[in-house]
């Protein structure tokens, strides 16, 4: 009898943790490839996966597709039930029609995933517009390394504006912790501008902040910037 | 639930099938009808345009008989596998079930041979399955307008083929410009199959 209620328990805990879906509402989410020239980029796999924040975080592959001769894709699936699943779409995923031997990861194309929210469609529909994939060797890194001479002193705020190649966007990310982010995907050959604030804390009384910038040149190689404040 | 009313109306008939002599205006009929379909999916939608029908079931009960007009009810079940993943999402199979109540006239040609047009009108669902896990499923209301050829081959014993033109209006949410491809189904039924009289 126990290894029965014990089965039925074990039944019920793994129908619990699959997502649910309303096949009465369905999504849409839609885009475009386009290089860094702004050429469409065709036969790309896209897929969707929807992920549930429980404890055994099941997903669902809900959707796949490829882009068409002008990059484009269309996917509509049904609606996860909560608010919380997180819908993924993977844009350049690995295509499981694809042979190992004629993939060249070196010049191909980056991957991306965009993570979002069902509060994040309007109307029903995510339109992700156009979306830039780099290949993979028109990017290097910008590490930025911070040198901290102050005990009195902290960077509160950091950010590089240029191109750059980010393989993962979230499109509810809240940076609440304020992490500083110091590692960057960027387009080789280019200029960067680094943006920073310092916060000096040697008056206890007030606190000067001061914005600073600085232009990093970026060529084919890794760089590795020394912030030093 | 829907299995229930028809096992209700069977009993029911069977209650009365032994009264032979009815001067009464309405009688009661007991005429049953199982029947394979092969359905024909058309037009811009769901069904049609990302999913591959095959052949399905059907069911019907006349309990009334009014003249020649007969008062029954029915269930048609027809399985689909999807082509379209991009329209449909990863999900293998569509089952559609359509429970209806119909009114049927019955036309003697010969002594074997009648003519049976129909219309009929209920309830529809639309069900989503992989690997038999439930993707939701998508309700509304289905309408027929069809015919059946009946060919007696014993007294209370006959063959049938049919067809009817059915058109069903599903409940969707969905961004505008796809409304109309997910909110209503179109289908030819050709229908072979026995009847119980």
Known sequence: MRKILFLFFILFTCY????????????????????????????KRVEINNFSDGTYTPSDLISYT????????????????????????????YNFDDDYATLNYATGFQNKSITALKKNFKNYKLDLNQVTLYKNDEITQLQIQLNKTSTNKTVTALDVQGILSKDFTDLNYKNENHYLETNFNVVKNQNVRLSYTIADYSDPTKVVTTNHET????????????LTY | ???????????????????????NLVKFNHDIRVNLIIPSTFGDNFLAKASDSH?????????????????????????????????AGNIKSSEF??????????????????????????????KFKSDGRSFGNQTGNNIRVGLNTDYQLAKRFSVYFGFCYLKSNLDINTSPEFVSFYD???????NFGIKIH
């Open chain 1, 66 to 93: 490829k882009t068409d001769s002008e990059g484009k894709f269309l996917m509509i699936f049904p609606t996860p039930k909560g608010e919380d699943i997180e819908i993924i779409t993977t844009l350049n995923g």
């Open chain 1, 215 to 226: 232009i990093i040149p970026i060529n084919s190689e890794k760089v590795i910037h020394l």
């Open chain 2, 1 to 23: 639930m829907k299995l229930k009313v028809l096992f209700f109306l069977f009993l029911l008939q069977l209650s009365y099938s032994q009264e032979t002599e009815n001067k």
């Open chain 2, 97 to 126: 079930h359509m429970l209806y109540g119909d009114v049927s006239y019955e036309i003697k040609i010969t002594d074997k041979l009648n003519f049976e047009p129909y219309f009929g009108y209920g309830g529809a669902k639309l």
């Open chain 1, 16 to 43: 619990s943790c699959e997502i649910q879906y309303d096949g009465e509402t369905r999504l849409v989410v839609q885009g475009q490839l386009v290089d860094r020239n702004s050429n469409p980029i065709p036969n």
């Open chain 2, 184 to 190: 209503n189904t179109a289908l030819f039924q050709f």
């Open chain 2, 55 to 87: 052949l399905g079931i059907g069911t019907n009960f006349s309990f009334l008989r009014i003249h020649n007009f007969k008062l029954g009810a029915g269930y048609d079940f027809i399985p689909y596998s999807t082509t379209d993943i991009s329209m």
